[in-house]
T-cell receptor, first 114, second 112 residues
Framework: AQSVTQPDIHITVSEGASLELRCNYS??????LFWYVQSPGQGLQLLLK??????LVQGIKGFEAEFKRSQSSFNLRKPSVHWSDAAEYFC????????????FGDGTTLTVKP | KAGVTQTPRYLIKTRGQQVTLSCSPI?????VSWYQQTPGQGLQFLFE???????NKGNFPGRFSGRQFSNSRSEMNVSTLELGDSALYLC???????????FGPGTRLLVL
C-alpha cells in the first residue's frame, strides 16, 4: 500500500524567508501527488498536483513543488513566506490505478514569525 | 460556481446514537469521497462513490456506510456511535476518479 511521510511536524519561518516542506512517498509506480493547505477549522484547499509531465509544478499562492522519482519526494517550496501562509500543510498520494482514494501524510504545521 | 457543501457543519451526539452527514458536490461532479480527520489518526479515507456506485472503501468498521444519489449528492451514516468517532468528516468531489478533488468545509462531529 502507498504511504506518505512528512518528516517535519512543525516548522517556523520568518515572514519573507523561503520555505521548503518535505514529503516522501512510498509507491511502486508513478503516483499522483498533491499538496493541500488547511486553515484552522476549515476544509482542505488544493495548492498543486502532479500527475505526469514536467516534474516542477506551479501552484496557487506562489507555491511550487518538484517531483523527484529517484528520491521518492515531492517537496513544497515558496520563495518568500507571508504571514497568511500560516496553516497546516498536507501531502497526499494516489495510485494512478485507483484515483479518488488519497493517502495523506500527517501534516506539517507552519508558523510564520513577524 | 458554488463549492462543495456539507451539512450540518457541527453536530453533537451521544454514544450509541446514529448520525447521517450530507455532502452536495460541485455541480457537474459525479465522484464523491469521504475522509475522517482526527488529531490522533490524521486524515483517513472512508469511501468513494462514482455514479451511485462505491468504487473504494477504506479500513473502517461496518458501522460506517454511505451512499450516493442520482443527483450525485452523497450521505454517510455512522451507527452505534463511539467516543472515538468524534472527528472532522470531510467530503471531496471531482468530475471523475482521475480528476482533482475539491474539499468541503467538513462536518465536525462530537460524540459524548
Amino acid at each position: 500500500a502507498q504511504s506518505v511521510t512528512q518528516p517535519d511536524i512543525h516548522i517556523t519561518v520568518s515572514e519573507g524567508a523561503s520555505l521548503e516542506l518535505r514529503c516522501n512517498y512510498s509507491y511502486g509506480a508513478t503516483p499522483y501527488l498533491f499538496w493541500y493547505v488547511q486553515s484552522p477549522g476549515q476544509g482542505l484547499q488544493l495548492l498543486l498536483k502532479y500527475f505526469s509531465g514536467d516534474t516542477l509544478v506551479q501552484g496557487i499562492k506562489g507555491f511550487e513543488a518538484e517531483f523527484k522519482r529517484s528520491q521518492s519526494s515531492f517537496n513544497l517550496r515558496k520563495p518568500s513566506v507571508h504571514w497568511s501562509d500560516a496553516a497546516e500543510y498536507f501531502c497526499a498520494v494516489e495510485k494512478s490505478t485507483n484515483a479518488g482514494k488519497s493517502t495523506f501524510g500527517d501534516g506539517t504545521t507552519l508558523t510564520v514569525k513577524p | 460556481k458554488a463549492g462543495v457543501t456539507q451539512t450540518p457543519r457541527y453536530l453533537i451526539k451521544t454514544r450509541g446514537q446514529q448520525v447521517t452527514l450530507s455532502c452536495s458536490p460541485i455541480s457537474g461532479h459525479r465522484s464523491v469521497s469521504w475522509y475522517q480527520q482526527t488529531p490522533g489518526q490524521g486524515l483517513q479515507f472512508l469511501f468513494e462513490y462514482f455514479s451511485e456506485t462505491q468504487r473504494n472503501k477504506g479500513n473502517f468498521p461496518g458501522r460506517f456506510s454511505g451512499r450516493q444519489f442520482s443527483n450525485s449528492r452523497s450521505e454517510m451514516n455512522v451507527s452505534t456511535l463511539e467516543l472515538g468517532d468524534s472527528a472532522l468528516y470531510l467530503c471531496a468531489s471531482s468530475k471523475g476518479p482521475q480528476e482533482t478533488q475539491y474539499f468541503g468545509p467538513g462536518t465536525r462531529l462530537l460524540v459524548l
